[in-house]
């Protein structure tokens, strides 16, 4: 069975430093893969999503970057955060372009 | 792109009773509509979900009805527990990636 690990779990960050969040897929090849992200109390917003390696679209221009070394791998990163990168991460997976399946995410707060 | 309206925001139940949330898309191309429910500090879980040659999907408590002329498909959860309080979200799809109503926030009061 399909199963997807984020990492960290929590991240506390100081504004300006940098950023690398982790998501990996195990159990099935060539997935289609999101980051989404989710302020307090509030819906889903998504961020990038890629189709394959290498390939990433990005929805919203922020200071946040996104890429896909491997096949099941999804990086998302920044140079400079900001007060307003914090919320909870969301990695999602999906196979047939339809039902996704989250991450556990990763909570950050940046001070 | 698509747009995905949701309704209501918030929702109190008294336990026993039915819930119903409704939501409207834009584009007309759209072809599946998953639901989501998110309990407090998780992550959302895929509950149910609808593809456009259905009109109704039935799973024990939870049904979900779509009206594609209309372009409005609702969640209909009946006798409804404790545990069914949670934030949900529908979704329509739109190519590679779906699109996310603004949530409902369910408390079912016991």
């Known amino acids: 069975s399909q199963t997807i690990h984020q990492w960290p779990a929590t991240l506390v960050q100081p504004v300006g430093s940098p950023l690398s969040l982790e998501c990996t897929v195990e159990?099935?090849?060539?997935?289609?893969l999101y980051w989404y992200r989710q302020a307090a109390g509030r819906g889903l917003q998504l961020l990038f999503y890629?189709?394959?390696?290498?390939?990433i679209s990005s929805e919203v221009p922020q200071n946040l970057s996104a890429s896909r070394p491997q096949d099941r791998q999804f990086i998302l990163s920044s140079k400079k955060l900001l007060l307003s990168d914090s919320g909870f991460y969301l990695c999602?997976?999906?196979?047939?372009?339809?039902?996704?399946?989250f991450g556990p995410g990763t909570r950050l707060l940046v001070l | 792109g698509e747009n995905v309206e949701q309704h209501p925001s918030t929702l109190s139940v008294q336990e026993g009773d039915s819930a119903v949330i409704k939501c409207t898309y834009s584009?007309?191309?759209?072809?599946?509509f998953p639901w989501y429910k998110q309990e407090l500090g998780k992550r959302p879980q895929l509950i149910i979900d609808?593809?456009?040659?259905?009109g109704e999907k039935k799973d024990q408590r939870i049904a979900v009805t779509l009206n594609k002329t209309a372009k409005h498909f609702s969640l209909h959860i009946t006798e409804t527990q404790p545990e069914d309080s949670a934030v949900y979200f529908c979704?329509?799809?739109?190519?590679?990636?779906?699109?996310f109503g603004g949530g409902t926030r369910v408390l079912v009061k016991p």
């Open positions: 999602a997976w999906s196979v047939r372009r339809t039902d996704q399946y």
């Open positions: 159990g099935t090849s060539n997935p289609n």
């Open positions: 890629s189709v394959g390696i290498g390939q």
């Open positions: 584009d007309s191309a759209s072809n599946y």
């Open positions: 609808i593809r456009s040659n259905v």
């Open positions: 979704a329509a799809q739109e190519g590679n990636k779906l699109t």
